[in-house]
């Protein structure tokens, strides 16, 4: 089985204490130290054991600057056959729709049966995969937290849904999934390992080789543009009791009471 995985380089929030820009329109970005996007290490994870079950490769791709090859890197130390870095100055500023139209044009210029992303990357907004999906035509499935293959070019997966149930789903192949956090452990990687692939090369085709028109893609072309960040106000402390487990007990329910919680 052939399986591209997406990954992204973001900051790593257990490294770096973020703070707004001055302009309160982004972070502070200098200095910060960078890492794969948590889920979409999950999701590399997860291909390498379908193709330690099935057979077949993993490619692992990100759209980015010179600076993203290091999770290239450290994917490729993990395990993955390949890496592509997908880089041209055009797609800078690219929103979700903008980066799913990239790989969506890498995608046709190859031939896998399964794509994989993080359930989500930093912005939140957890749309890469399935606009990806919908521009390939592409069978889609969210939140995936087990995968099956099956003969036939099908697979089966397992997705939360409300409630803390699971839905499972039968895909035809090719599909794009969205990884949940979770549906593995990730296997560690040392700085030997790193090491090891430093001087294997990594392809990386720009907007012409792609077919890309870099006037769909960048910074003028995103119909979402980050207007603001703040910082939410500080509520209250938590109120500590103290006492005996009696007098603890009492007071909270005579806090319930209070707050509308008790009749």
Known sequence: MEILVCAKRVPDTSE??????????DIERDDLVYSVN???????????????????????????????????????????????????EAFAGSDGRGIAAILSAFVRRGKYDLILTGVQADDGAAQVGGMLAAMLDY?????????????????????????????ISEIDLPCVLSIQTGINEPRYVGMRGIKQVAARPIPTPDAAELGVDPATVGEAAAKVKRVDYFVPAAGKGAEMLEGDREEIIGTLIELVRAKGGLN
């Open 16 to 25: 770096n204490e973020i703070s707004l820009d001055s302009a309160g329109t």
């Open 139 to 167: 069978p889609f499935a969210s939140l995936v937290n087990a995968i099956e293959v099956l003969d036939g070019g099908k697979l089966k997966a397992s997705r939360e849904i409300q409630g803390g149930n699971k839905e």
């Open 38 to 88: 948590e889920p979409d290490n999950y999701a590399v994870e997860e291909a390498l054991q379908i193709v330690a079950r099935t057979g077949g490769t993993v490619t692992v791709a990100t759209v980015g600057g010179e600076d993203d090859e290091e999770i290239l890197r450290r994917e490729m130390a993990m395990g993955a056959q390949q890496a592509v870095l997908i880089s041209d």
